[in-house]
């Protein structure tokens, strides 16, 4: 059975950094390019960035270049999604998804998600 499993979120200060974590089992080795998306109350859900199964090669949305940066440990089979800068308007559930092999930013080209984590940007 295939699992995402994302952890990391919280609270924090504009300014403040946060490091989520996405722990997928279950695929089979060299599947799943990983991505993150985030969903804000009443605003429709947006992607994030990308990763390739490889980890050699990855995205962004224009938005998070430069403050967001995404990674990935095969060997503990995880995606990393390291926030530095948060704003308030980083407020949201952030999701990691999988599908096979390519990364696409649209998010109905992902049919395995995690639960989401709530990240809360506010002094």
């Known amino acids: 059975q295939v699992q995402l499993v994302e952890s990391g979120g919280g609270s924090v200060q504009p300014g403040g950094s946060l490091r989520l974590s996405c722990a997928a089992s279950g695929f089979p080795s060299g599947y799943p390019a990983i991505a993150w998306f985030r969903q804000a109350p009443g605003r429709a859900r947006e992607a994030i960035s990308c990763?390739?199964?490889?980890?050699?090669?990855?995205n962004y949305v224009d938005s998070a270049k430069g403050r967001f940066t995404i990674s990935r440990d095969s060997a503990k089979n995880t995606v990393y999604l390291q926030m530095n800068s948060l704003k308030p308007e980083d407020t949201a559930v952030y999701y990691c998804?999988?599908?096979?092999?390519?990364?696409?930013?649209?998010?109905?080209?992902?049919?395995?998600w995690g639960q989401g984590t709530q990240v809360t940007v506010s002094s």
């Open positions: 998804a999988a599908r096979a092999y390519v990364c696409y930013f649209a998010y109905n080209e992902y049919d395995i």
């Open positions: 990763i390739s199964p490889s980890g050699d090669s990855s």
